[in-house]
Nanobody
Framework: VQLVESGGGSVQAGDSLRLSCVAS????????MGWFRQAPGKEREFVAT????????HYTDSVKGRFTISRDNAQNTVYLQLNSLKPEDTAVYYC???????????????????WGQGTQVTVSS
């Protein structure tokens, strides 16, 4: 499985970005596809995830109401719409795929077996 992210960039506070992640290869089964982020000097943290079959979504508290995760099953693509961006959202954003092969919860990085290379999001004040 390969995951390729795109859509990052440098923006001003209050701006928006849309991240995309395309999955290719043996993508079945897919239970969740999620986004994590890692800021310099910090640990990777959960941002959002979507259940591939069913569509229910989950977010970390700091992005609720600002970020929206969605997916296009036919295109094997997951999106993350980032609105009202803040400087503290600056990080490398990673797409990840949970194939259901373990029992870690959806918000744990350990649940996700496959990872993209990351895309940089920089928000200036």
């Amino acid at each position: 499985v390969q995951l390729v992210e795109s859509g990052g960039g440098s923006v001003q506070a209050g701006d928006s970005l849309r991240l995309s992640c395309v999955a290719s290869g043996r993508t079945s089964p897919t239970y969740f596809m999620g986004w994590f982020r890692q800021a310099p000097g910090k640990e990777r943290e959960f941002v959002a995830t979507v259940r591939w079959h069913g569509g229910d979504t989950h977010y970390t508290d700091s992005v609720k109401g600002r970020f929206t995760i969605s997916r296009d099953n036919a295109q094997n693509t997951v999106y993350l719409q980032l609105n009202s961006l803040k400087p503290e959202d600056t990080a490398v954003y990673y797409c990840a795929l949970d194939d259901g092969s373990n029992d870690y919860p959806y918000y744990s990085a350990r649940a996700y077996v496959y990872w993209g290379q990351g895309t940089q999001v920089t928000v200036s004040s």
